[in-house]
């Protein structure tokens, strides 16, 4: 399966894409949410998207709302990945229906995986929710 990556801070970037691969997903990662869209739109193998809250040209509220206004994304789950973490950015992320939200400084990549396969439906966190 593919997780696409939406983030602008490299070394973030780099901790998340090396998570998941290392768990045996494909990882493809772009800068913001504009390359977001376009990787969507050139790669409908993408099960799940992982986007920073706070980016430049477009952050990951404003991906998911376009997201979930395309057909062809609409069901795309959207995981955040953000530092922010005051109510007010959280609630209003949250608001939007993500798929979870997960603070930065990634330091557990298990709370990762955890999310990342809650959301796809797969693995031991989908087999406890049953």
Do not use: W
Request: aromatic residues 2%; hydrophobic residues 50%.
């Amino acid at each position: 399966m593919t997780i696409l990556i939406a983030e602008d801070a490299p070394i973030d970037a780099i901790v998340i894409r090396n998570i998941v691969e290392h768990a045996g997903y494909r990882a493809v990662v772009v800068n913001n949410g504009q390359e977001a869209l376009h990787a969507l739109a050139a790669d409908r193998g993408i099960a799940l998207v992982l986007a920073d809250v706070m980016m430049p040209l477009m952050g990951g509220v404003e991906l998911l709302r376009v997201m979930r206004e395309t057909p062809e994304m609409k069901c795309i789950p959207v995981v955040f990945v953000s530092s922010a973490a005051d109510a007010e950015t959280v609630n209003g992320a949250v608001a939007l229906g993500p798929a979870g939200y997960i603070l930065k400084p990634v330091t557990q990549p298990s709370r990762v995986l955890e999310r990342v396969e809650r959301a796809l439906g797969v693995g031991p966190a989908h087999a406890e929710a049953r």
